[in-house]
C-alpha cells in the first residue's frame, strides 16, 4: 500500500467527519487548535477559548461493517466523565469541564508530553504515580491501562498524569460493583496495577528499585498473563492492520497525530 494513503473512514471513530470547529461547555466557547488522534475508539483534539486550553474527546459514532457502535462510544464517554468526577480532587488528574453531547468529554489540557521510551524521569515522578494510583485503589476503582506508557503524561512541571480513563474499573453498573464477583474483579484489576507500576519503574528509574522490588517487578499476576495470552493476538492482527493502512502512525499504537489545523 502506497505510504500515503489515508486511512479508510471505516477506522475512524467519526468516519468521515472533522472534529467539530467549535463546542460549548462550561460556559466556555473553545474553538478547535488541532487534532491529537483519531483512530477507531475515539477522536480527542485540542481546543483553546477564554484564555483556557482544553481536550476533547469524542467516542465513536460511526457504525463498522454493518454494525451499528454508537452506543459504545456514549457509553465509554459517561463512563469517562463519571471517573473523571470521582477523581476531581486528586492531583495529577486534570479536571472535567464537561460533556459534549452524549459521547464526548472536555477535561483540562496538561502542557507536557508522553512517557517517551528510555526517559530519565525525576526522582519524585514514580513515588507521585504510585501515590495516585494507591489513591485511585483506595475508593473501590483500578486504573487497568497502565501497560501503554503513553498513558502516563510528563508534565512541564515533571509530575505525572493520567489522562484516559475509557477502560478503567468500576464500569457504571452499580450492581456489579457491590457483588463478591465485582470485588474480585477489582482486585485482580488493581493487582495488575501494581504490577503494571513496578515494570514502568524497572524501565525507566532501575536505579530507584530495592533488589527485591526488581526482582518482583519481574514476576506477572496470572490474570496479567492470562490477558496477554488472550488478547496478544488480537493485538498483534490490529497492529498489521494498522500498519497497512496507516504507515505513517510509527510506533502509536491507535493511530497517528494528524496535527490539523482548527
Known amino acids: 500500500m502506497a505510504k500515503n494513503q489515508t486511512v479508510p473512514d471505516c477506522l475512524k471513530a467519526l468516519g468521515a467527519e472533522p472534529m467539530p470547529a467549535e463546542v460549548e461547555v462550561g460556559g466556555l466557547t473553545l474553538r478547535h487548535v488541532r487534532t491529537f488522534k483519531h483512530d477507531f475508539f475515539a477522536a480527542t483534539g485540542l481546543y483553546e477559548g477564554n484564555g483556557r486550553q482544553a481536550v476533547l474527546k469524542i467516542g465513536r459514532r460511526v457504525g463498522f461493517l454493518g454494525l451499528p457502535l454508537g452506543w459504545t462510544g456514549r457509553l465509554l464517554a459517561r ?7 470521582r477523581l476531581a480532587d486528586v492531583s495529577g488528574v486534570p479536571a472535567l469541564l464537561g ?17 517517551r521510551k528510555g526517559e530519565q524521569v525525576n ?27 503513553q498513558n502516563v503524561l510528563v508534565g ?10 475509557q477502560i478503567s474499573w468500576p464500569w457504571p453498573i452499580g450492581w456489579l460493583e457491590r457483588t463478591v464477583v465485582g470485588r474480585w474483579l477489582c482486585r485482580r484489576f488493581q493487582q495488575g496495577d501494581r504490577y503494571q507500576l513496578r515494570k514502568l519503574r524497572r524501565r525507566f528509574r532501575p536505579d530507584l528499585l530495592t533488589p527485591q522490588e526488581l526482582e518482583e517487578s519481574y514476576r506477572r499476576p496470572w490474570t496479567v498473563r492470562a490477558h496477554r495470552r488472550l488478547t496478544r493476538p488480537l493485538t498483534c492482527f490490529r497492529r498489521w492492520v494498522l500498519a497497512k493502512v496507516d504507515p505513517k502512525r510509527g510506533d502509536t499504537e491507535r493511530g497517528r497525530c494528524e496535527q490539523e489545523a482548527g
Open 79 to 85: 463512563h469517562e466523565a463519571d471517573l473523571f468526577t
Open 99 to 115: 460533556m459534549v453531547g452524549e459521547d464526548g468529554i472536555v477535561h483540562d489540557f496538561v502542557p507536557g508530553h508522553e512517557l
Open 123 to 149: 526522582d519524585e515522578f514514580f513515588t507521585r504515580l504510585e501515590g495516585m494510583i494507591a489513591t485511585i485503589h483506595e475508593r473501590r476503582m483500578a486504573y487497568v491501562d497502565l501497560e501503554k506508557r
Open 156 to 165: 512541564e512541571d515533571g509530575r505525572p498524569y493520567l489522562i484516559d480513563f
